[in-house]
């Protein structure tokens, strides 16, 4: 069964380094998403992308964050200074075109980010 | 904006206990989607059920139902029979039609005891 993979599991990293997380969607999906969940707490949504580009961002999607999709094949999460609150799990999700915004996201296992 | 409003943080039941996990949501949209999605301890998110906003009836997969009311604005999940496997964090969450994002409620967690 085709699944989102992430990559890394896991990443520490002190704060102000840059992060990279890497996402590889089902393959004939066309929207791709970012959520975070800090432990314990509730799955946020970050932002989407659609056709190369973001279609929506939340307010947590600051100018610390950037997307890009450098392939074709995989979705990234940029966070250019990191911060402690950064700290979270990171689900990278993808959603088949199925109507107008009616399918399921599939998600993938999450990268755990500890910013120290 | 959408919004999805899980009262129950935590639910504690004894294994064979039917219990039903509450989603009350609000939108101004006519033609939205709502979802439950269980996050295990292994802590991925597997989705349990779509449903649209122009088909109020209600669903049952095994030991799973779901009651979908538009005049409450509520979409519950009972799970009857519980089994420890089901101890989990649950969550309902809102698609609007003309936005392409999921907004997620705060979660139930359910622990079924022994």
């Known amino acids: 069964e085709p699944e989102v993979t992430q990559t890394p599991s896991h990443q520490v990293t002190q704060m102000g380094q840059e992060v990279i997380l890497r996402c590889v969607p089902i393959s004939n999906h066309l929207y791709f998403y970012w959520y975070r969940q800090i432990l314990g707490q509730k799955v946020e949504f970050l932002v989407s992308f659609y056709n190369n580009e973001i279609s929506e961002k939340s307010e947590i999607f600051d100018d610390q964050f950037s997307v890009e999709r450098p392939d074709g094949s995989n979705f990234t999460l940029k966070i250019r200074s990191t911060k402690l609150e950064d700290s979270a799990m990171y689900f990278c999700?993808?959603?088949?075109?199925?109507?107008?915004?009616?399918?399921?996201?599939?998600f993938g296992e999450g990268s755990r980010l500890t910013v120290l | 904006a959408q919004k999805v409003t899980q009262a129950q943080t935590e639910i504690s039941v004894v294994e064979k206990e039917d219990v039903t996990l509450d989603c009350v949501y609000e939108?101004?949209?006519?033609?939205?989607?709502l979802f439950w999605y269980k996050q295990p301890p292994s802590g991925e998110l597997v989705f349990l059920i779509r449903r649209n906003s122009f088909d109020e009836q209600n669903e049952i997969s095994g030991r799973y139902s779901w009651n979908f009311q538009k005049s409450t604005s509520s979409f519950n999940f009972t799970i009857t029979a519980s089994q420890v496997v089901d101890s989990a964090v649950y969550f309902c969450?809102?698609?609007?039609?003309?936005?392409?994002?999921?907004?997620f409620g705060a979660g139930t967690r359910l622990t079924v005891k022994p």
């Open positions: 999700a993808s959603r088949a075109l199925v109507g107008m915004n009616t399918g399921e996201l599939f």
């Open positions: 939108t101004r949209d006519t033609t939205y989607y």
């Open positions: 969450a809102l698609s609007e039609r003309w936005d392409n994002d999921m907004r």
